[in-house]
């Protein structure tokens, strides 16, 4: 299993430990919720696992006025699940922190070149325009499919559709793709996003025809696919963003969200005892909160214990955040730190503080035990 090499010292996490430390650097700093067959119950029985689950910990947030990011664990045969989600995520970059969470928590199990799929299933206008050429299309390739799929075709389109993508049918490059047949709403979500993950070099790829949940998915769909420990290609993790209003008898408001396939179960009551920060990110302004936000994943390949408040609106708000983690120091990124590839020091204790380069904070910050 693939774990960060510390440049401490010789020591080694675990990856229970290496999962918590994902959760924190990325704003998952709440206790983990469990979900079991209990929480599920309210589900309908026609979605698959890796949706019910999202849809599960989303209905346990309830009513929220702010982007709220939450995570949750689940026993799985063989392993486990680590579920990552953000609700009522208003501020776009909150969709990166969750697919950067469980990219960081795929690399961690072990999964080389991880790496994105994206795909849009669009807004109710979107799927109309998807479904009406979806079933043009059985209509006039009827004599050269299986017998099984058209009779599939009459109650699930969609279902049809994934069937002959899973016999590798000769037709396949002919079936419509729903990113074709984006309302223009959804085309300028679907667009947003693409840029946002290249702003933060998240490296992603197209993929048309991912396989998502109709009734459940809104907009946009993700996957994270890469190589086992045998070199087989694998995907690791699905979600996407979600309808609200799936959950019955609970207050579900919009949500992004994905679920992440580990090799091993993971208690999440060991979140308790996760070390204190040994540094927290600050940033000031827009263009140095991207910058924050690549700084993330840098600190947290050092193995550096990480604090972070980047969805906060205000400095003040950050620095109370930052005060109450008890961090050790706080890294400060403005606008011109962000131009400059540097970043403000501050001694928690002390309260001084110094300019330094982005690669010798790495440095200093990794050699301090948490």
Same mark, same amino acid.
Not at 39 to 56: C, E, F, G, V, W
Not at 149 to 177: F, N, Q, T, Y
Not at 227 to 237: H, I
């Given at each position: 299993?693939?774990? @960060? ?26 206790? !983990? ?30 009513? %929220? ?16 699940? /680590? ?5 009522? !995520?208003?501020?776009? /970059?909150?969709?990166?922190?969750? $697919? ?15 790496? =994105? &799929? ?5 807004? $109710?206008?979107? @799927? ?7 079933? +043009? ?25 994934? &069937? ?11 079936? !419509? ?11 300028? /979500? ?11 070099? *998240?490296?992603?790829? &197209?993929?048309? @025809? ?23 290609? =694998? ?20 949500? #992004?969200?994905?679920? #992440?396939? %580990?090799?091993?179960? *993971? ?5 308790? +005892?996760?070390?204190? !920060?040994?540094?927290?990110? %600050?940033? =000031? ?50 606008? @011109? ?5 540097? #970043? *403000?020091?501050? +001694? ?7 300019? *330094? ?10 050699? /301090?035990?948490?």
């Amino acid at each position: 299993m693939a774990l @960060r090499t510390l440049e401490r010292g010789v020591d080694r996490e675990s990856f229970e430990q290496s999962v918590f430390s994902v959760a924190r650097a990325y704003g998952f700093t709440s206790q !983990p919720a469990t979900l079991s067959r209990k929480n599920l119950s309210d589900i309908p029985d026609d979605l698959d696992k890796d949706a019910a689950l999202l849809i599960a910990l989303s209905g346990s947030v309830g009513a %929220v006025t702010a982007t709220t990011q939450v995570w949750a664990t689940a026993k799985k045969s063989g392993g486990g699940v /680590i579920v990552f989600a953000a609700a009522s !995520p208003k501020v776009s /970059i909150a969709q990166a922190f969750v $697919v950067k969470a469980a990219l960081s928590t795929a690399e961690s199990a072990g999964i080389k070149n991880p790496r =994105v &799929l994206v795909s849009s299933v669009g807004d $109710v206008e979107s @799927r109309k325009r998807y479904l009406r050429e979806l079933g +043009n299309f059985f209509k006039k390739c009827g004599k050269e499919l299986p017998e099984t799929v058209l009779e599939h075709a009459v109650r699930d389109p969609d279902g049809a559709a994934m &069937l002959l993508i899973d016999a590798k049918h000769e037709l396949v490059p002919s079936l !419509p793709r729903t990113i074709d047949y984006l309302s223009e709403s959804s085309r300028k /979500i679907m667009l947003e996003t693409i840029s946002l993950f290249e702003r933060l070099g *998240i490296e992603y790829d &197209l993929e048309p @025809r991912l396989p998502c949940t109709p009734d459940v998915n809104r907009e946009l769909v993700f996957a994270i696919e890469g190589e086992d420990r045998k070199g087989n290609t =694998v995907c690791v993790a699905r979600g996407g963003r979600f309808d609200p209003e799936v959950k019955k008898g609970a207050v579900c408001q919009e949500f #992004v969200g994905i679920s #992440v396939t %580990v090799p091993e179960a *993971i208690d999440g009551r060991r979140a308790k +005892n996760a070390p204190l !920060p040994a540094c927290f990110v %600050v940033h =000031v302004g827009e263009a140095a909160k991207f910058k924050a936000f690549t700084l993330l994943d840098s600190l947290w390949r050092a193995q550096v214990s990480l604090g972070q408040a980047l969805l906060a609106e205000t400095i003040s708000e950050q620095m109370a955040q930052a005060q109450e983690s008890q961090a050790k120091y706080v890294a400060i990124i403005g606008q @011109r730190e962000a131009l400059d590839d540097t #970043v *403000i020091i501050k +001694n928690a204790s002390t309260q001084l503080q110094e300019t *330094i380069a982005v690669d010798k904070l790495i440095l200093k910050m990794s050699r /301090i035990r948490a």
